[in-house]
């Protein structure tokens, strides 16, 4: 098993920025793929952006592409999502997801709220 804790989340001004963290312990040698979901009120979870652990390949969201980077420490089994230019419809609970495959969703971690004021 492998556990994640996030950390970060908050109220941000459109226009602002925030920096969410995820440390994970366990059975992190199982992780091949760190990644970020978020799922607004009344919408489904949508993938975010996620990150492979060895090699450290991106891939983004349209979405967020250009504004959001996710990055990780593999000393610190951390990863970072540094989301700039934030937008009101960037609201949303932020999760924290890793697992073997390329969109990971093997483990989750609990979720952290991000408010985007206009």
């Known amino acids: 098993q492998v556990q994640l804790v996030e950390s970060g989340g908050g109220l941000a001004q459109a226009g602002g920025s925030l920096r969410l963290s995820c440390a994970a312990s366990g059975r992190t040698f199982t992780i091949n793929y760190m990644g970020w979901f978020r799922q607004a009120p009344g919408k489904e979870r949508e993938f975010v952006a996620r990150i492979r652990w060895f090699g450290g390949s991106t891939s983004y969201a349209d979405s967020v592409k250009g504004r959001f980077t996710i990055s990780r420490d593999v000393a610190k089994n951390t990863e970072y999502l540094q989301m700039n230019s934030l937008k009101p419809e960037d609201t949303a609970v932020y999760y924290c997801?890793?697992?073997?495959?390329?969109?990971?969703?093997?483990?989750w971690g609990q979720g952290t709220q991000v408010t985007v004021s206009s």
């Open positions: 997801a890793a697992g073997r495959g390329a969109l990971p969703q093997d483990y």
